[in-house]
């Protein structure tokens, strides 16, 4: 049965660039409140979300045929394919970047003990590779993790990576004094040479030619602390966490290199990620992806730490009220169109992330892309980001129905409007315009559709399940 939406006036209320922080659910104890933080002067500014391809998915796949991570590898000729595959369908759309993530061995084998290769390969001869081809190389890789050898020298200092360990003292600072780190060497902020240490991380990469750094396991590293699996080790604490992120993002941006922030708790309303990176993950991992992923995954549910939200919808939804034209930008992490059903819920999981303002991370390979490229490349969605565009819902709340209605300005003034549908049946649904501050009579384009609809103060519109409907107002 098909139902009408109708949004009050009431609405009017909502600014089209206030903020809704008051409206968070979500509240933390005061100790997670921290003073004084230094500002990174200029780290937000003129920045907007990357368009880029992962090799996520090919790692999943791998994994669900029973390939171990430290057996997994691409080899040359695959990264060749890789490459020419993202260079001829995806870069002409603008998505200039190819990105590593976890799974396959991060490894160090020079003298300067940072990783070097990915896998069999050096992260220099892919990097090479992409740049023959007019692609840049983005590298899933964490500044406080300890790849090489503890004898290895920091380049400036008299200290060794050694000095770098947690070393027994200030064990008040420790979230769990007694346990051990799991899967990786933790660089502790305040140890000496490990601001030099940061430093010369973001050095090796940008001489690489490296722009993109994804750095994941963050909620570890602050509390030791995973909602789904307990005590991951230590946590060196808050003001640990905040000066690591401080060091990570005056580095970040000395050498120009952008900083992706995965795994967060975002304690306090996201204070320290929200100062100090330049996006930051708001959803649980892809996984196998799907509109369970996009939408269903425990709807309306929110969680005081990591993953706060378990779906991309609730996610951008909940903390839209950070993001914004310089400010952070909101990851909703990969997407995998051909674990979709339909050609509706394709149009909402890109729509959704260029209405927020967050990037678009396309992970589907040549053997599972079918017929969906289109949906990657449709060039007035990708207008959006072109433009920095961020929009806002009516409502950050999980359950109002509301925040299926996505809005916000392009800087020549047009407003675009998306009217998403999360229910399993048909909706028809209006929208007046006035009740989002938009006065008169617009004319509006279709961006789907790529077709004028004439000119009018409001829209009536019946999306199917699962489906949106992106409008343009001129």
Wanted: charged share 25%; proline share 3%; with cysteine.
């Amino acid at each position: 049965m098909k139902k009408t939406i109708l949004f009050s006036m009431a609405i009017a209320a909502v600014s089209l660039f206030g903020s809704c922080a008051n409206d968070v659910e979500m509240n933390y104890p005061p100790t997670h409140e921290l003073s004084n933080l230094p500002v990174v002067e200029g780290i937000h500014d003129g920045v907007k979300a990357p368009l880029y391809w992962s090799v996520y998915e090919y790692c999943l796949l791998e994994n669900a045929k029973g390939v171990n991570n430290n057996d997994m590898d691409l080899t040359s000729d695959q990264w060749d394919n890789i490459i020419d595959y993202v260079a001829t369908n995806l870069k002409p759309s603008g998505y200039d970047m190819i990105c590593t993530d976890g799974f396959i061995p991060m490894l160090a084998k020079d003298e300067s003990g940072y990783m070097t290769h990915y896998g069999s390969q050096a992260l220099k001869d892919i990097a090479a590779k992409c740049k023959a081809k007019g692609l840049k190389l983005g590298v899933y890789d964490n500044p406080l993790w300890i790849h090489g050898p503890r004898e290895t020298k920091i380049e400036g200092t008299e200290y060794t990576f050694n000095d770098l360990f947690y070393n027994g003292e200030n064990k008040d600072k420790l979230s769990h004094p007694t346990a051990k780190d799991m899967d990786f060497s933790w660089a502790v902020a305040e140890n000496p040479g490990c601001k030099e240490y940061i430093d010369g991380f973001f050095k090796h990469y940008k001489e690489m030619g490296v722009e993109f750094i994804r750095m994941d396991f963050l909620s570890w590293y602050e509390d030791g602390q995973d909602r789904n699996i307990g005590v991951t080790g230590r946590g060196y604490g808050r003001g640990t966490y905040a000066l690591a992120m401080r060091y990570i993002a005056e580095s970040a941006k000395k050498y120009g290199i952008f900083t992706s922030l995965v795994m967060p708790h975002l304690y306090a309303d996201a204070q320290v990620e929200s100062l100090y990176g330049n996006m930051v993950r708001i959803v649980a991992d892809t996984g196998t992806g799907g509109w369970w992923h996009c939408s269903a995954q425990d709807k309306g549910k929110s969680y005081r730490t990591w993953p706060n939200c378990m779906n991309m919808f609730d996610g951008f939804t909940y903390w839209s009220h950070i993001s914004g034209r310089n400010k952070v930008i909101l990851d909703g992490d990969f997407i995998r169109l051909n674990t979709f059903n339909t050609d509706a819920e394709k149009q909402t999981v890109v729509s959704l992330q260029l209405m927020a303002g967050g990037p678009v991370a396309a992970s589907d390979l040549p053997t599972t892309i079918g017929n969906d490229m289109k949906y990657y490349t449709n060039a007035e969605l990708l207008e959006l980001n072109k433009d920095g565009f961020v929009g806002k819902p009516l409502s950050d709340k999980l359950n109002d129905r509301n925040n299926e209605i996505w809005y916000g300005q392009m800087t020549n003034g047009d407003y675009v409007l998306g009217i998403f549908n999360r229910n399993d049946n048909s909706d028809q649904i209006t929208v007046d315009f006035s009740t989002l501050g938009i006065q008169g009579e617009k004319q509006i384009r279709d961006l789907w559709e790529h077709v004028d609809e004439g000119s009018a103060s409001s829209i009536t519109v019946t999306i199917p399940a699962h489906g949106c409907k992106i409008v343009r107002l001129k």
